[in-house]
């Protein structure tokens, strides 16, 4: 009796839902749909890396602060160049994930 009920238990979850067997491996996808699918991945692409120039930026800085706490301690080591490094690329950084992505995205 426990057979028979959860085969038509199981039988009444799948009977919902049968187009999706039949159609398996036969779905068509438009040029268009294909397009949009693409460009939104590559739409993603771009603000990850706008976003991770943000990050890797607001990283420089901080470690610029941290060279420069150092550099005040001791002015030998670390010198006071790698501090102005470290603050010039993450000025840059900051300022690049600020920049405008062409009008397509």
Known sequence: MKKITL?????VIFS????????????AQSPQSAFETAQSFIDFGAQFM????????????????VQFVEHRKNPVNPPLS?????LFIGI???????????EGY
């Open 82 to 86: 790698r501090v102005m490094t470290f």
């Open 16 to 27: 919902d839902d049968n187009a999706a067997f039949y159609n398996a491996g036969k779905v």
């Open 7 to 11: 085969f038509l238990l199981s039988s």
């Open 92 to 102: 840059t950084l900051v300022l690049a994930s600020f920049i405008p992505l062409p």
């Open 50 to 65: 706008l976003t991770l120039l943000l990050i890797s930026g607001i990283a420089m800085l901080m470690g610029a602060l």
